[in-house]
């Protein structure tokens, strides 16, 4: 039977402005090659067949190359545009098609899929025969010959350097080097209030020979950082056996070389052989197929591509990453990062209030306890170019992806006393608005603190008092002291702060963020003075 057999190429051409498809034909029967550009899934617009101001078809004889450029940016039918981030669809009439990510326009940048009626293979999709008869396929591709021709494709039969031109650049890089099938994914992740506070990157083995090729090992890193591991650095992850899965955590606002925030540079890459560069999402994920990654690499090892070994790269990432196979867990899930000591006022966004904790033999009413006194350290405003903006859902609707540059700024500071243990007669939430203010709580001796789960815990010497700064991703864990005794946290003495960057929230220190929260029960911040120990307010 006539085998069906070869490769369609798209290639970024940035010095024609132009993306070139080409089609090798590597079968023993004349093909129709087909064309469509599509919107991304999720962004509407989904049109189908080719167009006629791009022609219909192209023929493409046996052992013989046709190619046609598609100008960079121009709209396809419907108003797609041929720019990064469409779907360039592919495919042999009656046959098979293969929708693909157009890559950046950036020199060397390429995607390759085979298709082989002999070996059909995951990477096409077939629709009719995967062979046929002779004649039929001869007649079909005759029929195509009348069709309107774009006048920028050139059928091979009438270019002789059309297949040697594309020896160097692709035969010689994307035939080269080890099968991997699969994906890798970069996900944005939320906390409850709506603020973002981590990416989970995957990636995830797609290959159907078990045992044998297949197993690779992913990489990740900030295109613009400077050494290797800045920062908080991050792990390679291998994937040795079909549907394996490898995910680690990017922190929101880490600092990885360069702030990890929408938008910034991620490179991607399968160990010794490719990589592919996209932005950190801001909503949605971004998936990219293996397929798409730029072939080459610097350097290779056999070892990288050896199942066994890829198992053994494993083990050794098993506290620094999270795996699967076939959906189940291998270990137990990340955990966020936390900075601690003078590293978390290092890598904090903003300088984080002074805490001091005294204990009173008589406080209000002659009652032992402690005094708590938080001093605020941000300054008045965010800077006039601040970057970020409002998130979508934020609460003030007429705010949402407004600029946050110039927004008043302050905090909201909350306690807690042993596993989240609140009394809402002493340690009601306080907001600060102004740098340098100082506010004060006074939790008596034997105060019972009552958390979520019903669980009680008194006010005692030795017990745990956690402050927080909402927002601010800082916090402060200490015990409280014994008689006479006092514990402070300030920049002379960082021990006792940490740091959570997936809990930074820029938009919860506006001041329009936190006016009219319920749970701040004291709003009177314009008090000419504050007393030594603040009292709740009535209501």
Same mark, same amino acid.
């Given at each position: 039977?006539? %085998?069906?057999?070869?490769?369609?190429?798209?290639?970024?051409?940035?010095?024609? +402005?132009?993306?070139?498809?080409?089609?090798?034909?590597?079968?023993?029967?004349?093909?129709?090659?087909?064309?469509?550009?599509?919107?991304?899934?999720?962004?509407?617009?989904?049109?189908?067949?080719?167009?006629?101001?791009?022609?219909?078809?192209?023929?493409?004889? *046996?052992?013989?190359?046709?190619?046609?450029?598609?100008?960079?940016?121009?709209?396809?039918?419907?108003?797609? *545009?041929?720019?990064?981030?469409?779907?360039?669809?592919?495919?042999?009439?009656?046959?098979?098609?293969?929708?693909?990510?157009? @890559?950046?326009?950036?020199?060397?940048?390429?995607?390759?899929?085979?298709?082989?009626?002999?070996? @059909?293979?995951?990477?096409?999709?077939?629709?009719?025969? +995967?062979?046929?008869?002779?004649?039929?396929?001869?007649?079909?591709?005759?029929?195509?010959?009348?069709?309107?021709?774009?006048?920028?494709?050139?059928?091979?039969?009438?270019?002789?350097?059309?297949?040697?031109?594309?020896?160097?650049?692709?035969?010689?890089?994307?035939?080269?080097?080890?099968?991997?099938?699969?994906?890798?994914?970069?996900?944005?992740?939320?906390?409850?209030?709506?603020?973002?506070?981590?990416?989970?990157?995957?990636?995830?083995?797609?290959?159907?020979? +078990?045992?044998?090729?297949?197993?690779?090992?992913?990489?990740?890193?900030?295109?613009?950082?400077?050494?290797?591991?800045?920062?908080?650095?991050?792990?390679?992850?291998?994937?040795?056996?079909?549907?394996?899965?490898?995910?680690?955590?990017?922190?929101?606002?880490?600092?990885?070389?360069?702030?990890?925030? /929408?938008?910034?540079?991620?490179?991607?890459?399968?160990?010794?052989?490719?990589?592919?560069?996209?932005?950190? *999402?801001?909503?949605?994920?971004?998936?990219?197929?293996?397929?798409?990654?730029? %072939?080459?690499?610097?350097?290779?090892?056999?070892?990288?591509?050896?199942?066994?070994?890829?198992?053994?790269?494993?083990?050794?990432?098993?506290?620094?990453?999270?795996?699967?196979?076939?959906?189940? *867990? =291998?270990?137990?899930?990340?955990?966020?990062?936390?900075?601690?000591?003078?590293?978390? =006022?290092?890598?904090?966004?903003?300088?984080?209030?002074?805490?001091?904790?005294?204990?009173?033999?008589?406080?209000?009413?002659?009652?032992?306890?402690?005094?708590?006194?938080?001093?605020?350290?941000?300054?008045?405003?965010?800077?006039?170019?601040?970057?970020?903006?409002?998130?979508?859902?934020?609460?003030?609707?007429?705010?949402?992806?407004?600029? =946050?540059?110039?927004?008043?700024?302050?905090?909201?500071?909350?306690?807690?006393?042993?596993?989240?243990?609140?009394?809402?007669?002493?340690?009601?939430? +306080?907001?600060?608005?102004?740098?340098?203010?100082?506010?004060?709580?006074?939790?008596?001796?034997?105060?019972?603190?009552?958390?979520?789960?019903? %669980?009680?815990?008194?006010?005692?010497?030795?017990?745990?008092?956690?402050?927080?700064? %909402?927002?601010?991703?800082?916090?402060?864990?200490?015990?409280? @002291?014994?008689?006479?005794?006092?514990?402070?946290?300030?920049?002379?003495?960082?021990?006792?702060?940490?740091?959570?960057?997936?809990?930074?929230?820029?938009?919860?220190?506006?001041?329009?963020?936190?006016?009219?929260?319920?749970?701040?029960?004291?709003?009177?911040?314009?008090?000419?003075?504050?007393?030594?120990?603040?009292? /709740?307010?009535?209501?």
């Amino acid at each position: 039977m006539p %085998r069906i057999k070869g490769s369609f190429f798209v290639i970024a051409r940035p010095e024609q +402005k132009a993306y070139e498809y080409v089609i090798v034909n590597e079968g023993d029967v004349p093909l129709t090659a087909t064309h469509n550009v599509q919107r991304a899934r999720g962004q509407g617009g989904v049109d189908s067949d080719d167009y006629g101001n791009f022609g219909h078809g192209m023929r493409v004889s *046996p052992g013989k190359a046709s190619r046609q450029l598609f100008p960079h940016q121009q709209l396809y039918k419907g108003g797609t *545009p041929i720019d990064e981030g469409s779907i360039f669809r592919a495919g042999i009439r009656d046959h098979l098609y293969q929708e693909i990510p157009l @890559p950046a326009m950036r020199e060397g940048e390429f995607v390759r899929i085979e298709f082989d009626g002999d070996a @059909p293979n995951d990477e096409v999709v077939w629709y009719g025969a +995967k062979q046929g008869d002779a004649y039929q396929m001869e007649a079909a591709a005759n029929h195509t010959a009348s069709y309107r021709v774009a006048s920028n494709h050139v059928d091979a039969d009438d270019s002789a350097n059309a297949l040697a031109e594309l020896d160097e650049m692709l035969y010689g890089i994307a035939q080269e080097g080890p099968k991997v099938a699969g994906e890798a994914t970069v996900t944005p992740c939320f906390n409850p209030a709506g603020a973002l506070t981590h990416w989970e990157v995957s990636f995830e083995n797609q290959g159907k020979k +078990k045992n044998e090729e297949g197993a690779f090992i992913g990489t990740v890193a900030f295109a613009a950082a400077e050494g290797k591991n800045a920062g908080l650095g991050l792990e390679s992850m291998p994937c040795p056996e079909t549907g394996s899965k490898a995910v680690q955590r990017i922190e929101a606002n880490g600092n990885y070389g360069v702030a990890a925030v /929408p938008g910034a540079t991620l490179r991607l890459g399968v160990r010794g052989l490719s990589s592919y560069e996209v932005q950190l *999402p801001d909503r949605e994920p971004t998936v990219v197929p293996l397929r798409s990654f730029r %072939r080459g690499a610097a350097a290779t090892q056999d070892d990288w591509f050896d199942l066994e070994e890829v198992k053994k790269k494993r083990q050794e990432k098993m506290n620094a990453v999270q795996f699967f196979v076939k959906g189940k *867990p =291998l270990n137990a899930e990340l955990k966020p990062i936390t900075y601690r000591g003078a590293e978390a =006022l290092a890598e904090s966004d903003y300088t984080p209030p002074s805490i001091k904790v005294q204990h009173l033999a008589e406080g209000p009413g002659g009652v032992p306890g402690w005094k708590v006194s938080v001093t605020n350290h941000l300054v008045a405003a965010f800077p006039p170019d601040f970057e970020r903006t409002f998130p979508p859902d934020f609460v003030d609707e007429d705010l949402r992806d407004q600029s =946050l540059a110039s927004q008043p700024m302050g905090f909201v500071a909350t306690l807690r006393l042993g596993e989240g243990g609140i009394n809402k007669e002493q340690m009601y939430t +306080k907001a600060f608005k102004q740098p340098g203010e100082e506010r004060t709580w006074f939790i008596p001796e034997g105060m019972v603190a009552t958390a979520a789960d019903g %669980r009680e815990t008194p006010a005692a010497a030795g017990q745990t008092l956690t402050v927080g700064t %909402r927002g601010m991703g800082v916090y402060v864990r200490l015990e409280l @002291p014994e008689a006479g005794k006092e514990v402070e946290a300030s920049r002379d003495q960082p021990d006792l702060y940490a740091l959570r960057p997936d809990q930074v929230a820029h938009s919860h220190l506006t001041h329009v963020f936190f006016e009219d929260l319920r749970d701040v029960a004291d709003p009177d911040f314009d008090a000419k003075a504050d007393p030594e120990v603040d009292e /709740p307010d009535a209501d």
